[in-house]
């Protein structure tokens, strides 16, 4: 067994030790949201919103050391195109602080390893091989499972994860604002 499937088998075991401790929030049936199956459910006469708090499980394997994603569906029930941006998602903690979606590319940015850098694919090593293509691998996770903001073309849906800040482990509740409607969580537990 080479080093980096030694490293990759231990940081698998470490993930999956410390998923298990991680927080869970789950939607509150309220007017307007209906819950099922630990997502909430909101329909209007523009959209069908399904949402859930869950945990990445894909690669990069780290990410929910840094952030609180949630996994999406939205569904276009117009004639017309409809218009989703990261800014119509707002996350707010128990004391009412503001978290913002942050974008896929920014997500790239913080979470890819300094020492890949841009040298020749000539000048690595195997293993500095395998570690890039470990991260190209878990770029294309970020890039297919994470939510596509732009347009929903009418009676079409997209799906994928939104990314906030990490939440503070004491919150017990959470909040997530979606084109001014309120979905609650609470802390699993």
Same mark, same amino acid.
């Given at each position: ?51 859930? &708090? ?34 119509? #998602? ?43 293509? &470990? ?11 994470? #939510? ?12 994928? #994860?939104? #990314? ?19 979905? &609650? ?5």
């Amino acid at each position: 067994m080479t080093v980096i499937k030694i490293k990759s088998a231990i940081l698998l075991l470490i993930s999956g030790i410390l998923l298990s401790c991680a927080i869970k929030y789950i939607p509150v049936e309220t007017g307007g949201v209906r819950v099922e199956n630990d997502f909430a459910i909101v329909k209007t006469d523009e959209f069908v919103l399904v949402i859930s &708090n869950k945990y990445w499980i894909k690669d990069p394997q780290n990410l929910t050391d840094y952030f609180t994603t949630f996994y999406v569906s939205i569904r276009n029930r117009t004639e017309k195109e409809l218009s989703v941006q990261a800014s119509d #998602f707002v996350l707010l903690d128990e004391n009412g602080n503001q978290f913002d979606a942050v974008l896929p590319e920014q997500i790239l940015d913080l979470m890819l390893p300094k020492e890949l850098g841009f040298d020749s694919l000539l000048d690595m090593t195997p293993e500095e091989r395998q570690t890039r293509e &470990n991260w190209q691998d878990a770029k294309n996770d970020l890039m297919y499972e994470a #939510f596509h903001f732009g347009k929903i073309y009418p009676g079409a849906k997209k799906n994928g #994860f939104v #990314f906030f800040p990490r939440l503070k482990s004491e919150n017990k509740k959470c909040k997530i604002i979606f084109k001014g409607k309120e979905i &609650n969580f609470i802390r699993e537990g």
